[in-house]
């Protein structure tokens, strides 16, 4: 799944930009690992109807980011671009300041603070234009980098769990790969929404998964979670190596949201397909409704947003490197300005 040989990565310098209509950003104009990714001066991107204009202030990096910037798995480079890739900036999570706002769009002004996503222009970049549908607006109390940690992460746990998994106070779930971006906050969110969690991860992650509030937790490295017969109203895999039969035996409903293999999710979703048992897989899309309750349940303190590390702008390539091990312990976040408070 992952590249093991990795090239050196460049070092980048960052160059101020030479006129107001133009931006630093981290592009990628091939297929490759994340030395194909480059610091450069690029034009801002335009602002179409129904878009915001955001000066970006934080990112957080996401597996979707490594496999828009590799170009896998290949099949999905019908929609990344065929030979190279379509969109000229990586990156999808963001959170900033709004610069400008287009025709159609309400409920956000000039200097607004907002966070989001987005799969169309590429967040990684000083400005990066979003349908506004895929902002909302920050608590004033909340910085920067927090929110920027939240939107696929935060969202996907949030409509696996709820949306999809329709988990109600009481109900019990197992969170399988409970120490990642998505776990991390899917723990959270569950025990926020009265249920009882059981998180799946490795022995390192033991304490990390019981400070998010876990009522029990396996490490998979000790116990066979294949052969763990315990059962629930709901089993979430983040991690995507659960089988059909696994699915059927640790839980009432399944959702899964992780990806192991082209093949394993095939067959997986394939056995659910010939059965009455409800298994649902789908790509999370962020929206200000689901934002927002976020950003609720962070300003309540109920979902705290885990930053393992942080880097910087330049620094970005390495924060690809590192998160495509797929062992971040909850978020990897970046900063566009190092001083930048709220
Ligand atoms: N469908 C969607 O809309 C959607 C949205 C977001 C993400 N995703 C997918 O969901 C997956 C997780 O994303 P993420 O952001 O949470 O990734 P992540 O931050 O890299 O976390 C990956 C986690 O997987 C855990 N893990 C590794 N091996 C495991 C195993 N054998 N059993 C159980 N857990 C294991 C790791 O925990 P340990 O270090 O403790 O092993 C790590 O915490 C990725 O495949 C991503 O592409 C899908």
């Known amino acids: 799944m992952v590249a093991q040989s990795r090239k050196t990565l460049a070092t980048f310098e960052i160059i101020e930009p030479v006129s107001t209509q133009s931006m630093k950003a981290i592009t990628k104009y091939r297929y490759g690992g994340p030395e194909v990714l480059q610091l450069k001066d690029i034009e801002k991107p335009e602002l179409k109807e129904g878009d915001l204009l ?6 957080s990096a996401n597996p979707a980011d490594w496999h828009i910037m590799r170009g896998e798995p290949v099949l999905a480079r019908f ?13 999808c999570d963001f959170a900033g300041v709004v610069d400008a706002v287009g025709d159609g769009v309400t409920g956000f002004r000039a200097g607004d603070r907002v966070f989001g996503e987005t799969l169309r222009t590429g967040a990684f970049a000083e400005f990066t234009a979003v349908p506004a549908k895929a902002c909302a607006k920050m608590p004033d109390e909340l910085e920067f980098i927090q929110m920027a940690c939240i939107p696929i992460a935060g969202v996907t746990a949030l409509q696996a769990l709820i949306t999809h998994g329709k988990l109600e106070k009481g109900q019990s779930v197992l969170i399988n790969g409970s120490s990642g971006g998505v776990g991390h ?5 569950a025990k926020a929404y009265g ?5 799946v ?9 019981q400070s998010l509030g876990a009522d029990e937790v396996i490490a998979y490295d000790e116990q066979n979670i ?3 017969s315990g059962k629930h109203d709901l089993v979430l895999d983040t991690h995507g190596n659960l089988t059909f039969q696994d699915y059927l035996r640790m839980g009432r409903q399944g959702v899964s949201i992780g990806f192991t293999s082209m093949g394993h999710m095939l067959r997986t979703q394939l056995r659910a397909g010939f059965s009455k048992y409800s298994l649902t897989q789908f790509t999370a899309e962020a929206n200000t409704r689901d934002l927002e ?16 590390k942080t880097y910087t702008a330049s620094e970005i390539p390495q924060a690809i490197a590192y998160i495509e091990a797929m062992r971040t312990r909850g978020k990897v976040a970046m900063l566009w300005e190092e001083e930048v408070e709220k």
């Open 293 to 308: 309750t976020l950003a609720a349940l962070v300003l309540e303190g109920k979902v705290i947003p885990h930053i393992e």
């Open 226 to 228: 294949h052969q763990y």
């Open 79 to 91: 929609a990344f671009g065929l030979l190279k890739p379509k969109v000229e900036v990586l990156g």
């Open 54 to 59: 955001i000066r970006v202030m934080a990112n």
């Open 185 to 189: 906050f899917a723990v959270q969110i």
């Open 195 to 199: 249920a009882k969690v059981t998180g």
């Open 201 to 209: 991860c490795s022995s390192r992650n033991r304490d990390f998964v």
